[in-house]
């Protein structure tokens, strides 16, 4: 059993680079990848969004359609194979449901219909396994967009023969987002009205599917030990922790990796000069660049704090924002690239004008500036209210720009801090969510900043260190191997 391959079926809403809103799209389209070089049979199901189109590479539509039970009727669907490096992606093309500008919604509105969208994926995924004559050993649904799977295997095909064997890992990217509906949404879902109730799917006079995952699946999984033991607590469980801490000795935390060959700063053709830790030249060189592209004073010497982000109370935007004098008062510049909320947008755009030369606010999505910010710069802020794992601290990491975070979630995981003496540090952690906790870690970061050989120390260790997806996906597969031996126990 220990080494067998087995076949894995994952289902998400979005995967690098076919469609990406947030680190989902990042874990989807790498682990499938790194679980197949550990002989593992992976398919991917995803919707064919309009967007994918033009990411998807090869695509091949089947000839014939695919039938999925919904909601008393019988919904007929077609689906698309094409690939992901070498693992087979399978996206179901239903343009009613797909076939729009946004993923979620539009202008900040979700689509009102996305219990369907969603709940159609889950039903459709779990169909297509006959037609390509998949039996999965372990179906792994990600976030609340997947978490009819688990329901739908428990409900209506738990004496399906097809998926005798079949073991569920359901797991969350992020708690905040639930995927919560009206009640009479299950009938469109096909799932049974009773379904509603408190130790099922319902979530506060609705029903969450997010906790229909939670609640259903053999095994749930959260992107970093800290955020699994945080989801457990009132203060971070979002009205689902009294769930999460029944199902303990079923949750597990399991770190996320970073895609090297995406993010390399000795290879990264959006650098105007790439550099490694044998050759640091390069990053003076972008930094100079980053400083005549936004407009700051051209000063080598000055530090450049950067923070790339959504624009979202999660990230602790407000606590920049409360302390911009404070911070501002230190010999720094700061750069921020970010969009989202419109409060944050105006705030930092009017704060950042008081500052010419000095602050450099980029109110977009842009991925190619966000590589030369991470390059140029030489601290990398992240104040998250909380963070499931957090990627940009990692490329941060890689591109040898130090981040000083708050020690919560995947960010306490990843990052040490150097009064932490059981470890080699590689950044700098806070642990209130408070302006003098802010600032009393970036007057820390300063003072190790102008210790030029302490600088480097820390700065190489960072840019030297193994996040890669090989040891997240071996973990998965120990958890795969621990779903199917529950299973037969
Ligand atoms: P989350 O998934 O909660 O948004 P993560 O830190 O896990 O946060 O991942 C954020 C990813 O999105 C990183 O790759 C980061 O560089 C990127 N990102 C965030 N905002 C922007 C932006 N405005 N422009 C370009 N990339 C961005």
Redesign the pocket.
Known sequence: MRNTPLNILMVASEAAPFAKT???A?VVGALPQALQAQGHDVRLVMPWYRSVRKNSGPVRKNRSSLAVPMGGAVDTVAFRQGALGAVPVYFIDAPELYDRAGLYGEEGQDYPDNALRFGLLSRAALELTRKISFVPDIVHAHDWQAGLVPVYLNQHLWRDAHFAKTGSLFSIH?LGYQGQFATEALVGLGLDSSLAAPDRLEYFGRISLLKGGIRYADRISTVSPTYCREIQTPEFGMGLDGLLTSRQTHLHGILNGLDDDLWSPATDPALPENYSTSNLRGKAVCKAALQDELGLQPDPAVPIVAM???LDS?KGIDLLIDTWQTLLDRKIQLVI???GAPDYERALTTQGQAYPGRVAFSR????K??RRIYAGSDLFLMPSRY???????L?ALRYGCVPLVRATGGLADTIVDPCDRTAPANGFLFQEQTGTALIEGLDRALSTYHQAKAWQTLLRYGMQQDFSWQRAAAAYSDLYRRILSDRSG
């Open positions: 947030g680190g989902l990042d992020n790339v982000t959504r999660q690239l970010g969009s977009r999505f842009d991925d500036l966000a963070e499931p794992c957090g990627l940009g601290q490329i």
